[in-house]
């Protein structure tokens, strides 16, 4: 229903003059409220703007990623796991998701569903697609079909497929998880990307160094450091660089692993014991990010703290995560949407660093037996109890 006050302030026609109409209409003629008013009345209302907008198609947002990711089991050294025959749980609501629509509600839009019927507000649709790379290749291909208004992609690797399957078909991608926009050829520049992709930035191969640091700071018995990732992936292959120069200076060994596959990531945690090494550094790496569940279950099961470069690792077992927040990039992304939905092209939109925030988890803390020192949780943005 629209309230009086926004119908008593029309342009050409008020809702006073319509009123007037129709008590004249009433007192001259009653046939004339039937054959007469009721069309002026629906054409005023129709043509308010309030109406107009409450007629828009809802922004359909596609959502492309890599998984979904099998959450991890909580369990502490020799605790007893879930029983071998339970089906995983998976992911169903990743942290970038529920950031960007908690923002787009701070924004005054509305999630199309059934029970938000009659709520103020544009209307809008999310559709999360995760799965293979394959998959989401063929999601890429769904969502030009249909077409969707603005594709989400995250990671390097999903925007790199809707980058080539929208090449045809052009559909505004906004970008989130990429490290180097500019050097992987999504964007011109970050000021002024150009083209059809913009997004937030998340700095993550710039935090590699800082991240031993903090690592060494937590552990200061830290001196053999596992390293996991994809041989031949640019992005943690660039992050290593800044790793081992970190590791030099702090006199940490480095014991790099390389993996293809989620089996043979399961094959190379198995030798993970306290004398094989002190703690495992999550590197930005596509394949390791979408298999993180094994690296924290064998983490604590081993007793090998494990740091991350996401704040949702930390809330999933590791002792601390420091990189952009994950679910702050989804929220930034909910501006990308806003804007664009009123008429801004990507191409004019900068891209936009995340900040790193430092997360750290009390409850990892002690199932592994580390005392947090004070400095670390002084300098935390984040401390879960």
Not at 72 to 101: H, I, K, S
Not at 201 to 210: A, L
Not at 355 to 367: H, I, Q, R
Request: hydrophobic share 40%; aromatic share 6%; glycine share 8%.
């Amino acid at each position: 229903m629209i309230p009086a006050k926004e119908m008593e302030t029309g342009n050409d026609c008020s809702w006073s003059s319509a009123r007037a109409f129709v008590s004249s209409g009433l007192r001259n003629d009653r046939r004339l409220l039937r054959g007469a008013v009721y069309p002026v009345i629906a054409a005023f209302l129709l043509a308010s703007p309030l109406a107009a907008k409450a007629q828009e198609k809802p922004i359909e947002i596609g959502v492309l990623a890599l998984g979904p990711r099998n959450l991890p089991d909580w369990r502490c050294g020799n605790e007893t796991p879930r029983l071998a025959a339970a089906e995983p749980r998976r992911e169903t609501m990743p942290f970038y998701v529920q950031g960007l629509l908690d923002e787009l509600e701070k924004l005054k839009y509305v999630d199309n569903r059934p029970d938000n019927a009659g709520k103020p507000g544009r209307r809008f649709v999310v559709d999360l697609r995760m799965g293979t790379l394959p998959e989401v290749r063929s999601f890429a291909r769904e969502f030009v079909r249909k077409p969707v208004d603005v594709i989400v992609a995250v990671a390097t690797v999903a925007v790199r497929v809707a980058q080539e399957e929208t090449r045809d078909r052009p559909i505004p991608i906004l970008m989130t998880g990429v490290s180097e926009p500019v050097g992987e050829g999504f964007v011109q520049s970050l000021a002024r990307p150009g083209g059809f992709i913009t997004g937030v930035s998340h700095q993550q191969v710039q935090g590699s160094g800082k991240r031993v640091e903090l690592f060494k700071e937590i552990l200061p018995r830290l001196q053999r450091m596992i390293t996991i990732r994809m041989l031949g992936y640019s992005v943690s292959e660039k992050s290593m660089v800044e790793i081992r120069a970190a590791a030099d200076r702090l006199k940490i060994d480095i014991l790099d692993w390389t993996v293809t596959s989620r089996a043979e990531l399961k094959a190379v945690l198995a030798k993970v014991r306290r004398e094989t090494a002190d703690g495992i550094m999550i590197l930005p790496d596509s394949l390791i990010i979408s298999n993180i569940d094994l690296v924290l279950e064998t983490s604590l099961e081993q007793g090998v703290p494990t740091f991350g470069l996401q704040d949702f690792m930390a809330d999933w077992g590791a002792i601390g995560a420091y990189g952009p927040s994950t679910y702050q990039a989804g929220g930034r992304v909910a501006r990308y949407v806003d804007k664009i939905s009123k008429g801004a092209k990507p191409g004019d939109l900068p891209v936009e660093p995340i900040d790193p925030t430092l997360v750290v988890n009390l409850k990892a803390a002690a199932c592994l037996g580390v005392p947090l020192p004070l400095t670390v949780l002084q300098q935390a943005d984040r401390v879960i109890r």
